[in-house]
């Protein structure tokens, strides 16, 4: 075989093969942004219809937090007998009900946020409980003053809760 027709050969090849990578390597990235702009568009689409669902479960989680918070709690509900332990049943069965209402928004809320929003309520039902446990209560009425005077020297579990989600939601936007 001859060596010109050997570089003659080389000389064809090699700038259809380089021409070959560069014109893969340029479709390449093409496709690759255009996947990448169809995915944002997705996300902004998924985004614009979620996003409210998403703000009405943080509502509705703040007023749980809010309906649930002893302060409110034990002003809303007033005491059914003189009896301390059937008061403090009763108003962790309405702390419940709150609860249990509120189970489905939790697949709108991170998981952190439902986890907190669970511990408040388990702190409250917890601070209720050792409430009525106390010796020096007699009824109702002084379980209802020992809970609300326990608030004034420290916050009640909610607010931590509600601190939490206003931070969640400012992270939406």
Known sequence: ????????????????????????????????????????????????????????????????????????????????????????????????????HNLPQQIYVTNECWSIITTAKNATIQMIRLAAKNEKVNDANQLRELILSDLIEKPSPSSAALAFIKNEVSRLW
């Open 1 to 100: 075989m001859d060596y010109t027709k050997l570089i003659e050969l080389a000389s064809y090849t090699f700038p259809a093969i380089i021409t070959g990578l560069v014109a893969y390597y340029l479709f390449k990235s093409y496709f690759k942004d255009q996947q990448n702009t169809r995915r944002w568009l997705l996300q902004k689409d998924y985004q614009k219809d979620t996003l409210p669902l998403r703000l009405q479960a943080y509502e509705r989680m703040t007023l749980l937090m809010e309906r649930i918070n002893p302060s409110h709690l034990l002003i809303r509900i007033t005491p059914i007998s003189e009896n301390k332990n059937e008061y403090a049943n009763y108003v962790i069965a309405q702390v419940d009900q709150e609860f249990e």
